[in-house]
Every structure is written in structure tokens, then in C-alpha cells.
Nanobody, 121 residues
Framework: QVQLVESGGGLVQAGGSLRLSCATS????????MAWYRQAPGKLRDLVAT???????TYADGVQGRLAVSRDDTRKTMYQQMNNLQPEDTAVYYC???????????????WGQGTQVTVAS
């Protein structure tokens, strides 16, 4: 069974920082492309950042320079360092993995349950 568990969300003042984690199990992490999404109240879920198997990253407009995604293949965990947070960053942040679970050669997309980030002005 594949599980993705986000943590690190919380309430922070504008200009503050948070570090999100996405711990995985049951998936071949080293063979999985990873991503962070976020969903603000009343809005669609948007892609925030990606990190591929080999490490290259991409970022959505508006977060470039403030967010940094990384991965630790040994710990099977993805991270997102978020700096200079603004009220418009308030959302539920979800991690996503696209890869094969153990015992399979087929890639699937898996989701975590999300972690709330609230930025007060």
C-alpha cells in the first residue's frame, strides 16, 4: 500500500517561513517523480513545484525564488522550503508521486492527504 504523508504546515505571519515534508512508503521513491500542489479555498488545485527522479526542479510563477523543493532518496522523503510567505500562499498543500509501487512496473499517481498552510497578514 502506498502512503504519502505531509507534515510541517501551520500558521505563520507574512514574511515567515515553513518547511513541508512528504514522507512516502510503499512506492519506489527513487523511481518516482514528485510534486507539490496547493488548493486555496474555492479554487482549483494548482501545481506549485516538481522534482524529477534525477533532481531537476520546476516552479510555478509567483513562487519562484521563494520556494525550494528537494528530495532525500535515502529517507524516501520530499521537502519544500517556503520563505517570505504571503497571505496568497494560504492553501492546503498536497504532495504527489508518480511512480511504481513495490512489486509493480507500472507508474501511477498517488496523493497525500494535505497539510494546511495559513499565512496571516
Amino acid at each position: 500500500q502506498v502512503q504519502l504523508v505531509e507534515s510541517g504546515g501551520g500558521l505563520v505571519q507574512a514574511g515567515g517561513s515553513l518547511r513541508l515534508s512528504c514522507a512516502t512508503s510503499g512506492i519506489r521513491f527513487i523511481a518516482s517523480d514528485m510534486a507539490w500542489y496547493r488548493q486555496a479555498p474555492g479554487k482549483l488545485r494548482d501545481l506549485v513545484a516538481t522534482i524529477t527522479i534525477d533532481g531537476p526542479t520546476t516552479y510555478a510563477d509567483g513562487v519562484q525564488g521563494r520556494l525550494a523543493v528537494s528530495r532525500d532518496d535515502t529517507r524516501k522523503t520530499m521537502y519544500q522550503q517556503m520563505n517570505n510567505l504571503q497571505p496568497e500562499d494560504t492553501a492546503v498543500y498536497y504532495c504527489s508521486a508518480n511512480g511504481p509501487q513495490y512489486g509493480s512496473s507500472n507508474n501511477r499517481t498517488y496523493w497525500g492527504q494535505g497539510t494546511q498552510v495559513t499565512v496571516a497578514s
